[in-house]
């Protein structure tokens, strides 16, 4: 069974920094290309910054500078180091993974992608 797993959420002072890490698991797994998004109180959810297969990285403008992604694909791991955080910043935080899944007995290889539950980053100033 496939699973997708963040961490690394708390409660931090503005300019202060957090650590995410999203982890894939699973028999016979890859991680492909992993998207961060996150979800402000009240408001809908929107992407951070995407880190693509080929080794491509998007971040969107608002934390361009501040936030870095980082990938262990060994680990089948994504990373999100989140450096001098705001106010604004404050939201739960979600992994979507892609995820190559190889079946044995077919020799079959499928793709999707997997939501995680999400982890909250607090931000007061």
């Known amino acids: 069974q496939v699973r997708v797993v963040e961490s690394g959420g708390g409660s931090v002072r503005q300019g202060g920094s957090l650590r995410l890490a999203c982890v894939a698991s699973?028999?016979?797994?890859?991680?492909?290309?992993v998207s961060w998004f996150r979800e402000p109180p009240g408001k809908q959810r929107q992407l951070v910054a995407t880190?693509?297969?080929?080794?491509?990285?998007y971040y969107i403008p608002s934390v361009e500078g501040r936030f870095a992604v980082s990938r262990d694909d060994a680990k089948n791991s994504v990373y999100l180091q989140m450096n001098n955080l705001k106010p604004e910043d404050t939201a739960v935080y979600y992994c979507n993974a892609g995820i190559q899944r190889l079946t044995l007995s077919t020799g079959r290889v499928e793709e999707r992608d997997y939501w995680g539950q999400g982890t909250q980053v607090t931000v007061s100033s």
């Open positions: 699973g028999p016979q797994v890859k991680i492909t290309d």
């Open positions: 880190s693509g297969r080929s080794g491509g990285i």
